[in-house]
């Protein structure tokens, strides 16, 4: 599971991941040439972060 989240919903984001995965996540911040292109999964702001399972290995790339 991969949840892309603004600054704004990066709670919802957080508590939504524990919620249906009933894990902690790992969250990382995007690296810049993602964030121009990648919208948030709860509003159409640009990300800023990745909330995805530690084993993931697409996190950030």
Avoid: W
């Avoid at 524990?18 to 990382?28: N, S, Y």
Wanted: with cysteine; net charge negative; hydrophobic share 35%.
């Amino acid at each position: 599971m991969r949840i892309f989240s603004c600054e704004v919903h990066i709670n919802q984001a957080l508590d939504m991941f524990v919620a249906e995965q009933k894990t902690f996540p790992m969250m990382e911040e995007l690296k810049e040439d993602k964030k121009l292109s990648t919208k948030c999964t709860y509003c159409d702001g640009s990300a800023i972060y990745i909330v995805a399972n530690e084993n993931d290995d697409t996190i950030c790339r």
